[in-house]
């Protein structure tokens, strides 16, 4: 058999395979989950941002007003002088060198979620006190709590993640645009975008993905090794397995196998940006991430199937400062974020993708001498021109010594991981009953849509 042929046989069978693979949701009423996804609104896009190491946010939005002095008293030495504090409302104001989120928030394109975290029921730090309430597990841990922003359920009972739920939703299963509705451009993998249907496409840059098994010689065809063609005999032989989890292994290392030729010509007619990068950055530098979202979104009809709702995720490395407070990371993030927004209003999808941030934790109101140490409850920020900006949304705690908002030091959230999340899905188009799929907790919280969208 030619080579060509016995190809086209192998891409024909990963193609038949795959169709079979056992949908994690059910298809009643799938096709009215897509008409709700796509209701005249065409394309959108969210764009997650994770702050990962706990984000001191108690310096990124500090009292203007009468609050000052008893926020001065709790931070002591790492609190900001007054006068270098940006305006944002009557009341707050951001530190100086977040002037691009600033003007953001002015223009009606940035909002502050304020103090969001993880919860299992709504609780005061008197409950949690009197051990009254149940409380997530593992506070104050990185990868706990991390991962339950990732999975979206502070329970910790979820197996996959929220994003990965959430495009189970809005794609029916046969949509050749579902493999493309989780888009990876971090350099780490995530929990967020693992456990659907299909696995998020990770972009290293701007480019196709290579395929790694041919690179280094004994893919499948790689020069028509005998190697190589022992693993085209193997993943053959797995995708027509009666063994499940070899079935959909073998279905989907042939996806990523095939992933050069099926994205061939995605990034024609990209669009040249550059964005600037930081300093001390660990891993790759946010504004690279945020450049390869932008490219990528700047030739989204070219993806198989035209994806009409994506997520995208990067990752902003730096956050676990106990000897700082987050100055560098702080500035860096609101020029990246201005870029990006800049970057979106020129191609004029302002209004069909939006940004916003999430981190493990906040920090402790007080210091510990240079910086901060783990906390709980955080503000989180969401950008774009959907958004209903200008203003923030819940209750900003108190931050004087003692504060009855706090325990133990660290803010007790107000306002719930679910209720968070679960607005961005609703805007991208999950029903209201599917939202409880997604967020399997929400229900134990009053509010479901925090209403900071248009």
């Known amino acids: 058999m030619g080579t060509n042929t016995k190809r086209r046989d192998f891409l024909k069978q990963a193609l038949a395979t795959s169709a079979g693979i056992p949908a994690l949701m059910s298809l009643l009423g799938a096709f009215e989950r897509l008409e709700a996804a796509d209701d005249g609104r065409d394309y959108k896009a969210i764009v997650c941002v994770l702050l990962e190491g706990g984000a001191d946010v108690c ?72 051990g009254s309430k149940a409380i997530p597990f593992e506070l104050f841990a990185h990868n706990t709590q991390r991962n339950q922003w990732m999975l979206g359920d502070a329970t910790g009972g979820s197996r996959s993640g929220w994003a990965a739920r959430a495009a189970d939703w809005l794609y029916d299963p046969g949509d050749t645009a579902a493999a493309y509705a989780n888009i990876n451009a971090a350099d780490v993998n995530t929990l967020l975008q693992n456990g659907g249907r299909h696995e998020a496409v990770q972009f290293a840059d701007a480019e ?35 063994h499940k989890l070899m079935k959909v292994f073998a279905s989907r290392r042939v996806v990523e196998l095939n992933r050069p030729e099926t994205l061939n010509g995605l990034f024609d007619g990209v669009k040249e940006l550059e964005f600037d990068t930081g300093v001390h950055e660990v891993g790759k530098p946010l504004g690279k991430q945020l450049e390869i979202a932008a490219k990528i979104l700047s030739v989204k009809e070219n993806f198989p199937g035209t994806p009409k709702r994506q997520i995208f995720f990067v990752n902003h490395h730096g956050w676990d400062t106990h000897d700082s407070d987050n100055e560098h990371q702080a500035g ?43 906390g709980w409850g955080s503000h989180a920020f969401v950008m774009g021109g959907a958004v209903k900006g200008g203003a923030i949304y819940g209750t900003m705690p108190r931050i004087e010594p003692d504060s009855p908002d706090a325990w133990h030091d660290r803010l007790v959230p107000t306002i719930a991981m679910e209720s968070y999340l679960a607005t961005l899905a609703a805007w991208m188009g999950v029903s209201e009953s599917d939202l409880d799929a997604i967020f399997p907790n929400l229900g134990s919280f009053h509010q479901r849509n925090l209403g900071f969208f248009s």
Do not use: C, W
């Open 208 to 242: 196709i993905p290579g395929d790694t098994m041919r690179s280094y010689g004994f893919g499948p065809e790689s020069g028509g090794s005998d190697l190589g063609n022992v693993y085209q005999d193997i993943y053959e032989s797995k995708m027509a397995a009666r």
């Open 59 to 130: 310096n990124m939005i500090a009292p203007l007003d009468e609050k000052y002095d008893a926020y001065k008293a709790v931070r002591k030495n790492i609190a900001l002088a007054k006068e270098s504090l940006l305006s944002l409302t009557g009341e707050y104001g951001m530190r100086e060198n977040m002037g691009d989120m600033q003007k953001l928030f002015q223009d009606g394109k940035l909002a502050v979620i304020a103090n969001v975290g993880t919860l299992v029921e709504p609780v005061t730090a008197q409950e949690v006190e009197e």
């Open 332 to 374: 860096y993030l609101s020029q990246s974020l201005g870029e990006f927004q800049n970057a979106l209003d020129e191609m004029g999808l302002s209004e069909q993708v939006t940004t916003f941030t999430v981190s493990d934790f906040g920090r402790s109101l007080s210091p510990n001498g240079a910086g901060t140490d783990h």
